[in-house]
């Protein structure tokens, strides 16, 4: 883990107090350079300077040696059988499609533990109504 290994009080101004770095406390009105920033923070911001915050007096960095693998399975994959029937689908004005669901896992190299869950990618369309009278066939699966 790396540590700051600088001028402390300047963080402590920039990013608020931090416990047990120092006694000293910033003036009340003397940093002139901020005054002309909005007065209301985004939400990114915030976020931003509590991980700065963070990493500042615990020397916490993001890890680039990820412990967590995602894998998909597409090999197992399923697909549902459309809720409504070709012909419905022509008279309604809609398009005649399938759910795709693929087989996911989290794996933990540490351990080579997996946890499996199946995920919905999308919807599929096999036909479509609006290409004529009688639906025009985007696949074939017959």
């Known amino acids: 883990m790396s540590r700051y290994r600088g001028p402390r009080f300047k963080k402590i101004r920039r990013l608020g107090a931090l416990p047990g770095l120092t006694n000293k406390r910033p003036k009340v009105g003397t940093d002139l350079r901020n005054q002309s920033r909005s007065g209301k923070k985004s939400q990114y911001r915030i976020r931003l300077e509590e991980?700065?915050?963070?990493?500042?007096h615990y020397g916490l960095t993001e890890r680039h040696d990820h412990e967590i693998e995602f894998q998909l399975f597409v090999e197992r994959y399923q697909l549902v059988e459309p809720l409504?029937?070709?012909?419905?689908a022509v008279y309604e004005s809609l398009t005649y499609s399938s759910e795709l669901y693929v087989s996911a896992g989290l794996i933990w190299k540490t351990s080579r533990d997996m946890q499996e869950q199946t995920i919905l990618i999308g919807n599929i369309p096999l036909m479509n109504s609006l290409a004529g009278k009688g639906g025009?066939?985007?696949l074939n699966l017959k």
């Open 51 to 56: 991980k700065q915050k963070l990493r500042f």
């Open 136 to 138: 025009k066939r985007i």
């Open 84 to 88: 409504i029937k070709e012909r419905n």
